[in-house]
């Protein structure tokens, strides 16, 4: 069997994320971070396949698929812009995108870390910074 895709808009993935909160308010954002991860696991393994260019190839698979227009890795730090879950909030939105951010790191170190939104453009930043730490 083919391997399938589909395709979500912003404008639908924004009303799952309003459906959701609907109904556990600001405890599913811990299910979108799992959602990120299980994408970002898939992606990762892609990515190893030239582990000389991991964290390029990361950035493209994440460009190709839409979850940013462009995105920077550094060895602590993520900087994106366009991130695909960008709504106007007093929080942070991007939980899937740092879920997938949070796998790319794991599966590359091969240890635990921890990926922290420290900006969104969700607030009216210009961009969306997440820092990454070893666990």
Same mark, same amino acid.
């Given at each position: 069997m083919a391997l399938r895709q589909v395709k979500i808009d912003q404008t639908e993935l924004r009303q799952i994320k309003e459906l959701y909160e609907g109904v556990m308010s600001h405890a599913c954002h811990?299910?979108?971070f799992k959602e990120g991860s299980v994408i970002g696991g898939n992606?990762? &393994?892609e990515a190893l396949k030239d582990r000389a260019?991991?964290?390029d190839r990361a950035a493209r698979l994440l460009e190709e698929r839409g979850w940013v227009e462009e995105v920077r890795f550094s060895d602590h730090e993520v900087v994106a812009r366009g991130s695909i879950e960008v709504a106007p909030s007093d929080i942070a939105t991007c939980h899937r995108l740092r879920g997938i951010l949070r796998e790319f790191y794991e599966r590359f170190k091969g240890e635990r870390v921890k990926c922290t939104e420290e900006a969104c453009a969700s607030t009216g930043q210009r961009e969306c910074h997440f820092r990454v &730490? &070893?666990?």
């Open positions: 811990g299910l979108f992606m990762a &393994e260019h991991y964290f &730490e &070893e666990l």
